[in-house]
């Protein structure tokens, strides 16, 4: 996403360590600089950057399916590199925390008379065979009453929005569906996603596709004519348990008491290399962690690199329901690093303060707003706009408990603006990503321009933050005009709604 020396999400980083005033462990430690904010982000250096990734994308060409997915062998590469590089700097206590999800994979296409109706895999989907008339579910298909007796062993044609892919197509199956077809709200090329680990308690999913909102709409304008539409569906899927890890980093120096976690995930999707989503905030992280190392900090800093983001930010709720309450209240702020090179980029900050989209985080997640910005506008010179909270990174699960949060995003799927055009250049109508979830996102697909200052805003967080927000309620937000639940996110590759 961008170029570097340091950095945007990098230099955020280097601010917060030096909040807190405590003893290293170690003589050697001791002897080290104090971490300043100058000294950590001309450390970072864009040729590293891009080293790294070229690594990670080694690792995904040497399988047979060219990517990450977690559990493969492209991705236990990643998490080995993370892990042996930062644990050789005897710098950190470096642990893998291992757990076992659900993987599933397959492959899926939908014909409507002969035509090739660009559909993609909801992952978790069952598999099945059918032709049968389509069927519009009214509204957005989220309650069973949206049903209509006449979609009985029919394909159910829905509409994305407002709740959970899963939901969408359980209710379906409880309808007596014998697939669903799901249709985008806006105007990207597909639509893939994850229903969601089964089981759910309203039924089994059926056969469920993804298609694009001009194909949907396409579709459903011939029923409202009066056709009858028939499709060809055809889904093959396949599940298996896998054993994946989180890889923890945390410097043996700095008050453990006051702790900045900085994630990042490490998996791609099934279709390619995932070198902007998100080789290149894994390998941000990984270069500051490098660079932390020479100097000492006053506030501990935690790096997790976190595994089946891809699957329903799998690793980071796994992560954070590791923690108990006074390990949660030890965490005062979490930077989260998604997407940060990609080739039609913005620079987006996330909207703690909820000044822009009404969605804000816990208390501290202004804060954090706040030093993006002053770190753009007075140090990087570069515009900024504010991005939702929409649950759809690792961010979520720390939200969901009441831990402060930021971080910086470049973009994925949504077609840039003119007005977004005029302050960062690239092109309006294309999206940020256009190899977003593809196989195309490899080392070519990243923005030098753009990975430069996520890194360099990280180490600038890393090195100044004084940030020491209130005490955490570790509850569950209620104030759905408010606040964004965990539970009504996970919207990403596998986009859940």
């Given at each position: 996403?961008?170029?570097?020396q340091?950095?945007?999400?990098?230099?955020?980083?280097?601010?917060l360590?030096?909040?807190?005033?405590?003893?290293l462990?170690s003589?050697?430690a001791?002897e080290?600089?104090?971490?300043?904010?100058n000294?950590?982000?001309?450390?970072i250096?864009?040729?590293?950057?891009?080293?790294k990734?070229?690594?990670?994308?080694?690792?995904a060409?040497?399988?047979?399916q060219r990517?990450?997915v977690?559990?493969?062998?492209g991705?236990n590469?990643?998490v080995?590199?993370?892990y042996?590089t930062?644990?050789?700097?005897?710098?950190?206590?470096?642990e893998f925390?291992?757990?076992?999800?659900?993987?599933?994979?397959?492959n899926?296409?939908l014909?409507?008379n002969?035509?090739?109706?660009?559909?993609?895999?909801?992952?978790y989907s069952?598999?099945?065979k059918f032709?049968?008339?389509?069927v519009?579910?009214a509204?957005l298909?989220?309650?069973?009453?949206d049903?209509?007796?006449?979609?009985?062993?029919k394909?159910?044609l829905?509409?994305?929005?407002?709740?959970?892919f899963?939901?969408k197509?359980?209710?379906?199956?409880?309808?007596?569906?014998?697939?669903?077809?799901i249709?985008?709200?806006i105007n990207?090329t597909?639509?893939?996603g994850?229903?969601?680990?089964?089981?759910?308690?309203?039924?089994?999913?059926?056969?469920?596709?993804g298609?694009?909102?001009?194909?949907g709409?396409?579709?459903?304008?011939a029923?409202?004519?009066?056709?009858?539409v028939?499709?060809?569906?055809?889904v093959?899927?396949?599940?298996e348990?896998?054993?994946?890890y989180?890889?923890?980093?945390?410097?043996?120096g700095?008050?453990?008491?006051?702790?900045l976690?900085?994630?990042?995930?490490?998996?791609s999707?099934?279709?390619?290399?995932?070198?902007?989503?998100?080789?290149?905030?894994s390998?941000?992280?990984?270069?500051?962690?490098?660079e932390?190392?020479?100097?000492?900090v006053n506030n501990?800093?935690?790096?997790?690199?976190?595994?089946?983001e891809?699957?329903g930010?799998?690793?980071?709720?796994?992560?954070?329901?590791?923690?108990?309450?006074?390990e949660?209240?030890?965490?005062?702020?979490?930077?989260?690093?998604d997407m940060?090179a990609?080739?039609?980029y913005?620079?987006?900050?996330y909207?703690?303060?909820?000044?822009a989209?009404?969605?804000s985080g816990?208390p501290?997640?202004?804060?954090?707003?706040?030093?993006?910005?002053?770190?753009?506008?007075?140090?990087?010179?570069?515009p900024?706009?504010?991005?939702?909270?929409?649950?759809?990174?690792?961010?979520?699960?720390?939200?969901?408990a009441g831990?402060?949060?930021?971080?910086l995003f470049?973009?994925?799927?949504?077609?840039?603006?003119?007005?977004?055009?005029?302050?960062f250049?690239?092109?309006?109508?294309?999206?940020?990503?256009?190899n977003y979830?593809?196989?195309?996102?490899?080392v070519?697909?990243l923005?030098?321009?753009?990975?430069?200052?996520?890194?360099?805003?990280?180490?600038?967080?890393?090195a100044n933050?004084?940030i020491t927000?209130?005490?955490?309620?570790?509850?569950?937000?209620?104030?759905?005009?408010?606040?964004?639940?965990?539970s009504?996110?996970f919207?990403r590759?596998?986009?859940?709604?």
């Amino acid at each position: 996403m961008r170029s570097f020396q340091c950095g945007a999400a990098l230099c955020v980083l280097a601010t917060l360590v030096s909040a807190i005033p405590t003893s290293l462990e170690s003589r050697q430690a001791e002897e080290l600089p104090l971490v300043g904010s100058n000294e950590l982000r001309q450390l970072i250096q864009q040729s590293d950057l891009l080293a790294k990734s070229q690594v990670l994308e080694g690792f995904a060409y040497a399988t047979p399916q060219r990517n990450r997915v977690f559990g493969g062998p492209g991705h236990n590469a990643t998490v080995n590199y993370l892990y042996d590089t930062v644990a050789a700097l005897n710098y950190y206590d470096v642990e893998f925390q291992p757990f076992v999800e659900l993987y599933t994979d397959g492959n899926a296409s939908l014909k409507v008379n002969g035509v090739d109706q660009g559909a993609q895999l909801f992952t978790y989907s069952t598999s099945g065979k059918f032709s049968e008339a389509l069927v519009p579910v009214a509204n957005l298909g989220c309650n069973a009453s949206d049903y209509p007796a006449e979609v009985k062993g029919k394909i159910a044609l829905i509409s994305r929005g407002t709740c959970q892919f899963g939901l969408k197509s359980s209710l379906a199956g409880v309808a007596g569906a014998d697939a669903a077809v799901i249709y985008d709200n806006i105007n990207e090329t597909s639509l893939a996603g994850t229903l969601g680990a089964p089981p759910r308690p309203e039924g089994p999913y059926v056969p469920t596709v993804g298609i694009s909102l001009a194909n949907g709409t396409a579709l459903l304008a011939a029923i409202n004519s009066g056709q009858t539409v028939i499709a060809d569906i055809d889904v093959f899927s396949v599940a298996e348990n896998r054993t994946t890890y989180n890889v923890i980093a945390q410097t043996k120096g700095g008050d453990p008491n006051n702790v900045l976690v900085l994630t990042a995930h490490t998996d791609s999707v099934i279709a390619g290399p995932g070198i902007n989503d998100n080789g290149s905030g894994s390998i941000g992280l990984l270069q500051v962690a490098i660079e932390l190392a020479k100097f000492r900090v006053n506030n501990a800093i935690r790096f997790v690199w976190v595994s089946a983001e891809e699957f329903g930010l799998l690793g980071s709720n796994f992560y954070v329901a590791s923690l108990v309450a006074a390990e949660l209240n030890k965490i005062r702020l979490n930077l989260n690093f998604d997407m940060i090179a990609s080739p039609n980029y913005v620079y987006s900050v996330y909207d703690g303060d909820g000044s822009a989209f009404n969605v804000s985080g816990p208390p501290g997640s202004g804060q954090a707003e706040r030093l993006f910005e002053d770190y753009f506008k007075n140090i990087a010179k570069e515009p900024l706009v504010p991005t939702d909270f929409d649950g759809r990174s690792d961010y979520g699960p720390f939200l969901d408990a009441g831990i402060p949060t930021g971080g910086l995003f470049t973009g994925a799927e949504v077609v840039k603006t003119e007005a977004e055009q005029k302050l960062f250049g690239g092109e309006a109508g294309v999206a940020y990503d256009i190899n977003y979830h593809g196989a195309g996102d490899n080392v070519a697909n990243l923005n030098l321009t753009a990975f430069d200052p996520a890194p360099k805003v990280l180490a600038n967080t890393t090195a100044n933050a004084t940030i020491t927000p209130p005490p955490k309620r570790l509850v569950k937000r209620e104030a759905p005009g408010k606040t964004r639940m965990l539970s009504n996110a996970f919207d990403r590759f596998f986009k859940t709604s």
